[in-house]
């Protein structure tokens, strides 16, 4: 018999409010190799064991295939309100890969890239012309910095789209910037702490359009977040956003808590969905629930935040809300024959 370590993970959530969304992700991971649906998205992907690999850098080759929602050009907004008229499905094939090196004292560097064939097609009340197939190719430079409890991260490069027809040639540049603090906990009592979270991301970009400008809005994983603002509601070449949880946690055996209010303030411009005015200051006020419960065959998890935003414009009959929520597996592992 050939031992094997397998790892699975199953979650369920999804987007509530004015536009609502699911989100299906099922993954299994063995050594070097995983495999992941992501709703409409199959994703295998290789991690090699080296000598490049491990203490001294690590390496990875990506094959996504999406099918409907690349983009969320699905579901697109503006002024307040879903503009189904622009709406489309979007799909794609493509490949990513990148290396990085780890230089000592939590400083790395490295680079990534992808290449994505996109195509698109109309859903039933798209009143705009549908774009022709586009081959996006996104090299990037990366480095950063980890250490415990602040980590930064940079990345940024060329985007080059080579559209057919009208679309032709297309060629832009991006660089961000994400950072994030989590101070160790500091005991109150048995089991009870306090580990507030401060997120903040930053991006610039030019020559961008609405397929690759940042995703901003809802509560989700993908996005820049914003609560009350629906799933990327806002899709913007520049952007400053911070996110603040001052967080109370409760850890005990099996079962882990944390839960507190939540302060998003971003800020945006050249916008090309969202808003006509093509730029916006908004501030998303929300509360957030997580919890963890290790069982013997592995680990249960659930999270769910809700809120809303005293900023955002809303046209008449427009939920001005949203809710985010998520449950989830993990296993610790197998074996195969």
């Given at each position: ?171 832009g540049g991006r660089a961000q910037a994400q950072a994030r603090w989590e101070p160790g906990l500091r005991r109150l009592d048995a089991g009870l702490g306090f580990l507030p979270l401060l997120s903040v991301h930053a991006g610039i970009g030019a020559g961008l359009d609405d397929l690759i400008n940042t995703r901003i809005g809802g509560m989700n994983p993908y996005v820049v977040p ?112």
């Amino acid at each position: 018999m050939e031992k094997a370590l397998w790892i699975w993970m199953v979650t369920v959530g999804g987007d509530l409010g004015a536009d609502g969304h699911g989100d299906l992700n099922v993954s299994a991971e063995s050594g070097a190799w995983s495999a992941a649906l992501q709703t409409d998205t199959l994703d295998l992907r290789w991690r090699p064991a080296g000598p490049q690999d491990g203490e001294r850098g690590r390496s990875w080759l990506g094959l996504r295939v999406a099918g409907f929602a690349a983009q969320m050009l699905i579901t697109p907004w503006m002024d307040g309100a879903p503009d189904p008229a622009r709406a489309m499905n979007a799909g794609y094939v493509g490949l990513d890969g990148g290396g990085l090196r780890y230089a000592g004292g939590g400083v790395y560097g490295g680079l990534q890239g992808s290449a994505r064939q996109y195509f698109f097609y109309p859903q039933a009340q798209t009143a705009v012309e549908v774009p022709g197939p586009r081959l996006q190719i996104s090299p990037e430079a990366v480095a950063g910095w980890w250490s415990y409890p602040a980590e930064v991260r940079l990345w940024g490069g060329p985007e080059i789209g080579l559209g057919s027809g009208a679309e032709g040639a297309r060629v832009g540049g991006r660089a961000q910037a994400q950072a994030r603090w989590e101070p160790g906990l500091r005991r109150l009592d048995a089991g009870l702490g306090f580990l507030p979270l401060l997120s903040v991301h930053a991006g610039i970009g030019a020559g961008l359009d609405d397929l690759i400008n940042t995703r901003i809005g809802g509560m989700n994983p993908y996005v820049v977040p914003l609560a009350g603002a629906a799933w990327a509601e806002f899709h913007a070449s520049d952007d400053v956003a911070a996110r603040l949880t001052p967080r109370l946690v409760f850890s005990t055996i099996p079962l882990s808590l944390r839960a507190g209010p939540v302060v998003d303030l971003v800020a945006f411009r050249g916008a090309t969905s969202g808003t006509s005015a093509g730029s916006g200051q908004e501030v998303g006020l929300s509360g957030r629930v997580e919890a963890e419960w290790r069982a013997e065959g592995g680990v249960w998890s659930g999270e769910v935040e809700a809120g809303g935003s005293p900023t955002l414009a809303r046209q008449e009959g427009v939920a001005g809300w949203s809710v985010w929520f998520r449950l989830g597996w993990r296993s610790r592992g197998g074996e195969r024959r």
